[in-house]
Nanobody
Framework: QVQLVESGGGLVQAGGSLRLSCAAS????????MGWFRQAPGKEREFVAA????????HYADAVRGRSTISRDNAKNTVFLQMNSLKPEDTAVYYC???????????????????WGQGTQVTVSS
């Protein structure tokens, strides 16, 4: 059973950058596809980005494509989300998620993940 812990959130001005990290423990990290989701106050949790087990395949939500990069280091059991050109509408709690389902290369919906971190707050001021 993998445990996920996010870090790297904070307060940043619009146009700035943040790099979120998610450290995994308790499982074989390379067997999990990983994703990032976010949830703003009063809104549903939404997909941000996902990455396959070997890092070769990625997918992004339209809202962040071109401004964000997901990557992973399987030797360090960590997945990253580099976010650039941040906007106030990016303000949310960001969650790391992972799953081992053999039927998928990666997931873009919350129901496709069984393991979640506690979240890290990202606040973008205008």
């Amino acid at each position: 059973q993998v445990q996920l812990v996010e870090s790297g959130g904070g307060l940043v001005q619009a146009g700035g950058s943040l790099r979120l990290s998610c450290a995994a423990s308790g499982g074989t990290f390379s067997t999990y596809y990983m994703g990032w989701f976010r949830q703003a106050p009063g809104k549903e949790r939404e997909f941000v980005a996902a990455i396959s087990r070997n890092g070769m395949i990625t997918h992004y939500a339209d809202a962040v494509r071109g401004r964000s990069t997901i990557s992973r280091d399987n030797a360090k059991n960590t997945v990253f989300l580099q976010m650039n050109s941040l906007k106030p509408e990016d303000t949310a709690v960001y969650y790391c998620a992972g799953d081992r389902s053999s039927s998928r290369t990666l997931g873009m919906a919350t129901f496709q993940y069984n393991h979640w971190g506690q979240g890290t707050q990202v606040t973008v001021s205008s």
